[in-house]
């Protein structure tokens, strides 16, 4: 892996202060700096940290953990609490926001909902 590699990224401390009991992050871009994963009319999109509050609550998301399958989902913190960060069915490459039933338990979620996260040292 590259540091130039565009698709990987930091994991942050969220841009958008919430209630200190959710767990939420932030997805920083490696390669290039100050670009954020934020969503926006129902795509995921690289985007320049603007420093509205807008843009702090489009790139932050709630962390959600399944031990048992060591697998991890994303929830955007602005919208209804139904909408997840999830792969594109068509591409299996784009990342996409979609609407699911609300306060659905994350050993629920289909995998394209589902992330692992590399660590690197």
């Known amino acids: 892996m590259s540091i130039n ?4 990224f930091i994991i942050k401390k969220s841009l958008a202060s919430l209630d200190p009991s959710i767990v939420s992050l932030s ?3 490696l390669a290039l700096p100050n670009l ?9 999109i690289l985007s320049k940290n603007d ?3 807008l843009f702090r609550q489009d790139a932050t998301f709630k962390l959600m953990v399944d ?3 060591e697998v991890f989902a994303f929830q955007a913190i602005n919208l209804a609490d139904s909408f997840y960060l999830a792969l594109d069915n068509e591409t299996n490459a784009t990342l996409v926001i979609i609407k699911l039933e609300p306060h659905i338990p994350i050993d629920k979620l289909d995998k394209r909902f589902l992330f692992r996260i590399i660590t690197t040292t």
């Open 67 to 69: 031990n048992k399958k």
């Open 51 to 53: 420093e509205t509050d």
């Open 5 to 8: 590699d565009k698709s990987l």
């Open 36 to 44: 954020y994963l934020r969503h926006q009319d129902g795509r995921v």
């Open 27 to 29: 997805f920083a871009s």
